[in-house]
């Protein structure tokens, strides 16, 4: 079996529940694990896999399959209702007889969201786990976070387009910023090593829009040991709202 590393981060959670409850029943393809949801409390939980080696992950809930086809590299799921209390995940290899990878419980509070990241520190599968501080942006305003997967970078700093200073500085592998304001429109974002500022990754002319809260991804490899690794991006997802 692998061994496997989970690091658990926590960031709080502010007074947005309520309308994030009427904008996931209203707009998302979401559903819970387990049936109607009826009056039982529930948590919100989404998953990403950064994790090269295996490039998809299977992965059960209380013996129950959550998702019937594994996901790949690089894909979100995003926010499915999950009820609350101790919950067991299984991630498996669906590549290498269902090898179990990682084993956990993890306690879900009522009306918390929370994010499952994957990726591969070279020689096994790691985790972090945190809850999503999804506060809604500031009127004309987004939100973003920054999380690095990859592991065989330097410590880099992200630059917003036509910007001097650094927008978040000295990340290293498996760090995850808090949800920063960022403004509208479009916009370069690129990485640098914080050493040397070499220009390591760019995600050209994104749309950043109004009331959106985003994750931007560091993923892949910045040395690639054959053709079939991935090279070093970055990857934008969103959120919440969903629409």
């Not at 200073?165 to 640098?192: C, P, Q, V, W, Y």
């Not at 390591?200 to 931007?216: K, S």
Request: hydrophobic share 35%.
């Amino acid at each position: 079996m692998i061994t496997i590393i989970q690091s658990i981060k926590k960031m709080r959670l502010k007074n947005w529940h309520l309308l994030f409850l009427v904008v996931l029943f209203t707009f998302s393809c979401l559903n819970n694990d387990d049936g109607g949801l009826g009056n039982t409390p529930t948590a919100y939980v989404s998953f990403y896999n950064g994790a090269i080696t295996p490039s998809r992950i299977k992965i059960e809930v209380d013996g129950k399959t959550y998702n019937p086809k594994p996901f790949d590299y690089g894909i979100h799921l995003d926010y499915w209702y999950f009820y609350t209390g101790e919950r067991n995940f299984i991630f498996s290899n669906p590549q290498s007889s269902d090898q179990t990878l990682l084993d956990t419980a993890i306690t879900l509070k009522v009306d918390k969201a929370y994010t499952f990241f994957m990726a591969h520190d070279g020689e096994k599968l790691t985790t972090l786990f945190t809850e999503d501080s999804l506060e809604l942006p500031e009127s004309g305003k987004a939100l973003i976070r920054l999380v690095h997967l990859s592991h065989d970078t330097p410590d880099l700093d992200l630059y917003l387009g036509g910007k001097e200073t650094a927008f978040m500085e000295n990340k290293n592998f498996m760090d995850i910023t808090s949800f920063r304001s960022i403004a509208t429109g479009h916009t370069d974002f690129l990485l640098r090593t914080s050493e040397d500022q070499e220009l390591v990754a760019m995600l050209p002319d994104m749309n950043i829009r109004e009331g959106r809260i985003y994750t931007l991804v560091i993923r892949g490899k910045a040395e690639q040991d054959n053709d079939s690794d991935p090279p070093l991006r970055l990857q934008l997802i969103r959120n919440y709202p969903n629409f």
